[in-house]
Each structure stands twice: as C-alpha cells, then as structure tokens.
C-alpha cells in the first residue's frame, strides 16, 4: 500500500490537515505560515523555489518561498536563476516526469555557482539536498516545476513518494497566490527576433538543421554525416531545447529566422 495509505493513523490526520489548509491559501505569507507548518513532517525543506510557464520557450516565472534571509523573490536575478530551472526542468522529463533527489556534491552546487552574486547564494550555501518535481499541462504548456532546498544530508524514498503525493495541492495552493509584480517583466531566453543561429547551435547543429531543413530522415542524416542515427536523434534533443521548438517543423521555423538574422 503506499502512502499516504500506509501512514499511521496519528499521521494520517496531519496529512490530511496539509490538504485541507492548502484550499484555504491566498497571500504570500499564507503560503509561507502552510509551508512551515506541518508540511514540513513530509517534506522537510527551509526554501521553496517554484517556476512556472514554458520552459522550452524560456517564458519563466519564479518565486522563492522561505523565512531564510536572502531568500526573497524580488532580491534574486531571474537571468542566473531560470538557466538552472530549464536544466532541472529537462531532467525531470528525461526520468519520466517522477520527483528526484539531488545531494550538493552531485553537482558540486552548480547552483550556487550562478546565483552566488544575488541574496540566494548565501542561503544556499548550508544546504544539504534538493528534492525537485514538477506538474506538466499537456493542453496550456504552463509547466510547473517545484524546488525544495534542504539541510538534510539526502532526502529518502519516503520524501520522494510525499512530494508526488502532496504536489497537486502544493500546486493549488501556489496557483492561488497573486504574481509578484516583478515577474510581468520576465523576457524569453531565445529571441527569434534577434539571436543570430552561430550564437545557439553549434557548426554540427547546423549542418543537421539544413538537412531537417531539406526533409531528411534521422537515419539519411546519418549516413550522410557518416554519424549514428542515435547521434543524430541527440543532436535534435539540443536543437529543440536551445531554440525552444516542440517538433521539426518549428525548429526549422526557428531556424530559418535566426539565418536571416545573420543576412540582415
């Protein structure tokens, strides 16, 4: 039986105050008083970053939830933050869509790297483990992605299977809350209108973007670059992901646009 139907009854009940306490948040600070609360038995954490909105296109919004100081959406740059995000964001689709865990060391906090300029770096600094999933909209594409920063050496199978259990309501209770402001000012990664292809794809990129251009197949591209069809199909994985596509025919729209930037 999985949880939360193994749960013993005494925790059953704080479960289901979680659930119940989550319909009822509107404010920031009703989000934060939820998150500290007894939330925290199942999933432990000290700071809550979410994202929302399209990943691929790079159209993201954050907010970071914590009584840490620093660790305020308004004093953190969106520009060092939301490159990670996406790089979370593809990971959880590679693995299935399931919340994953990370240790600090496992990336050797690649994080604080690129936000140890802004408030958040600090904050992260004492942090142990990540425990990360997200909630895809397969009819909108406003895709949410939920962060949970930790002191805790690692996070366990059981922390794993709470996040998948207690994401839809986190999920409701977030999406119950005003957007910052701020966040109306957030711009694209990738700008078609301006973004030259030599910036994002590289000289193999672009000679397998001529020949999706052309209407070849992943193994024709293959052949006649004398590479793997598995090689190829990798390749495009990149393509899409640097220029925000979904399929072939976007990604040569895309294209396209950004060649003719470079002849204007």
Request: aromatic fraction near 8%.
């Amino acid at each position: 039986m999985k949880f939360p139907s193994s749960l013993p009854s005494a925790e059953l009940g704080r479960y289901f105050k979680v659930v119940q306490d989550a319909i009822d948040i509107r404010r920031h600070y009703d989000l934060l008083q939820w998150l500290q609360g007894d939330i925290q038995h199942f999933l432990p954490h000290e700071i809550m970053l979410a994202a929302w909105g399209d990943f691929r296109l790079g159209l993201i919004r954050h907010d970071i939830v914590s009584n840490l100081s620093g660790a305020r959406t308004e004093q953190n740059n969106a520009d060092l933050l939301h490159p990670f995000l996406r790089e979370m964001f593809y990971h959880w689709v590679d693995i299935g869509k399931k919340s994953f865990s990370m240790a600090s060391g496992s990336t050797g906090y690649t994080l604080e790297d690129r936000v140890i300029k802004n408030a958040l770096g600090g904050a992260l600094k004492n942090m142990n483990s990540t425990l990360i999933h997200g909630v895809s909209d397969e009819r909108g594409s406003h895709d949410c992605l939920y962060v949970m920063f930790s002191t805790r050496v690692e996070h366990d199978n059981l922390s794993r299977e709470a996040m998948q259990n207690l994401l839809p309501y986190l999920d409701t209770a977030l999406r119950q809350v005003a957007v910052l402001p701020l966040q109306d000012t957030q711009k694209p990664l990738f700008n078609a209108s301006f973004t030259t292809v030599d910036e994002i794809l590289s000289p193999r990129e672009i000679e397998i973007m001529k020949r999706v251009r052309q209407g070849k197949t992943n193994a024709e591209i293959a052949q006649l670059l004398d590479i793997s069809a598995f090689t190829v199909k990798n390749h495009l994985q990149r393509i899409f992901k640097k220029l925000g596509a979904y399929n072939r025919t976007q990604a040569v729209s895309k294209f396209e646009k950004t060649e003719q930037n470079v002849r204007a």
